[in-house]
């Protein structure tokens, strides 16, 4: 029988795995601007502006003045949820 996260307290979360399959490219190390996991500085002003304009951008896409964040990472089969759920923990990382 496998574990579940509940059996395994070490499992990465929905998000964090996402993170790791499709935005740690980037998001590791700032490339096109992406803001790095952990990066307070970078993360603030972005969170500040609220969570609803984050998941918009992850999941349509954007341009703007510090680089570019592809719809959905450039992995179109993710789900919304997928993405919303790799925004909440890479926020989460910044605060």
């Known amino acids: 029988m ?9 499992a990465a979360t929905p998000g964090e795995d996402t993170y790791n399959k499709a935005c740690v490219a980037c998001h590791a190390t700032g490339v096109a601007g992406a803001p790095k996991l952990g990066d307070k500085a ?8 609220g969570k609803d304009l984050l ?8 341009t703007g003045p510090k ?4 719809p959905k990472g450039g ?5 919304d ?5 790799a925004v909440d ?3 989460a990382r910044a605060s």
């Not at 998941?55 to 954007?62: E, K, V």
């Not at 992995?75 to 789900?79: D, E, G, K, W």
Request: proline share 7%.
């Open 67 to 70: 680089g570019v964040m592809p």
């Open 81 to 85: 949820e997928q993405v919303r759920a």
């Open 89 to 91: 923990y890479m926020a």
């Open 42 to 49: 970078d993360w603030g002003p972005r969170v500040a502006k």
């Open 2 to 10: 496998g574990q579940t996260a509940a059996a395994n307290p070490a």
């Open 55 to 62: 998941y918009t951008h992850a999941i349509q896409g954007y």
């Open 75 to 79: 992995m179109a089969n993710l789900s």
